[in-house]
């Protein structure tokens, strides 16, 4: 059975820094592409970084330069670092498996998510 | 940067009909993904590459995609189908790109 479960979200002020997991189980990240996509208080979705099956990373622009996406392939765990914290990142981030096929992106699989707060 | 056009909300009855829709320029071009999103819950998808439908989605969810507007059909609305809806696209610079959700309320 696949399972994502994020982990590491918590309140932090403006200028911080903060990372975030993913623990992946059911298949392997070296197989799939994976995405961080964010939702700030009720708002609508925003994809925010993906890592290809290979390594390599794309991002939003909203986020380019701020935050890094790595992973940990004995953890089979994803990352999320987060530099320079603003007020508008404030967000449940989820973790998704993003499925490439037919020339398209769709994702299968969402984790929980996990509550960022950026406040002084 | 794609942008895709979603109605804020839709209301039905239930037993009736609800339709969704998703605008972007020649979205009839692209494949679109829909995901339902229930208050509290992570996103879970409904349909995808238009029209297909994941195991365990019921069949009254369908959908359709033509020219500037793709459509998420539900069928005999269940209070159970409460929810906001986000239609979904891969532009070409790789980037994923959401619509803005609709919410879907059940009279």
């Known amino acids: 059975e696949v399972q994502l479960v994020e982990s590491g979200g918590t309140l932090v002020q403006p200028g911080g820094s903060l990372t975030l997991s993913c623990a992946a189980s059911?298949?392997?990240?070296?197989?799939?592409?994976m995405s961080w996509v964010r939702q700030a208080p009720g708002k609508g979705l925003e994809w925010v970084s993906l890592?290809?099956?290979?390594?390599?990373?794309s991002y939003a622009d909203s986020v380019r330069g701020r935050f890094g996406t790595s992973r940990d392939i004995s953890r089979n765990t994803l990352f999320l670092q987060i530099n320079n914290l603003r007020a508008e990142d404030t967000a449940v981030y989820y973790c998704?498996?993003?499925?490439?096929?037919?020339?398209?992106?769709?994702?299968?699989?969402w984790g929980q998510g996990t509550l960022v707060t950026v406040s002084s | 940067s794609y942008v895709l056009t979603q109605p804020p909300s839709v209301s039905v009855a239930p037993g009736q009909t609800a339709k969704i829709t998703c605008g972007g320029i020649?979205?009839?071009?692209?494949?679109v993904h829909w995901y339902q999103q229930k208050s509290g819950q992570a996103p879970v998808v409904v349909i995808y590459?238009?029209?297909d439908r994941p195991s365990g989605i019921p069949e009254r969810f369908s959908g359709s995609n033509s020219g500037n507007t793709a459509t998420l059909t539900i069928s005999r609305v269940e209070a159970g189908d409460e929810a906001d809806y986000y239609c979904?696209?891969?532009?070409?610079?790789?980037?994923?790109?959401f619509g803005g959700g609709t919410k879907l309320t059940v009279l």
């Open positions: 998704a498996r993003d499925q490439i096929e037919r020339g398209s992106s769709w994702y299968s699989h």
């Open positions: 059911g298949f392997s990240l070296t197989s799939n592409f």
């Open positions: 890592i290809y099956d290979g390594g390599s990373t």
């Open positions: 020649n979205i009839g071009g692209r494949s």
């Open positions: 590459y238009d029209t």
């Open positions: 979904q696209v891969w532009d070409s610079s790789a980037d994923r790109v």
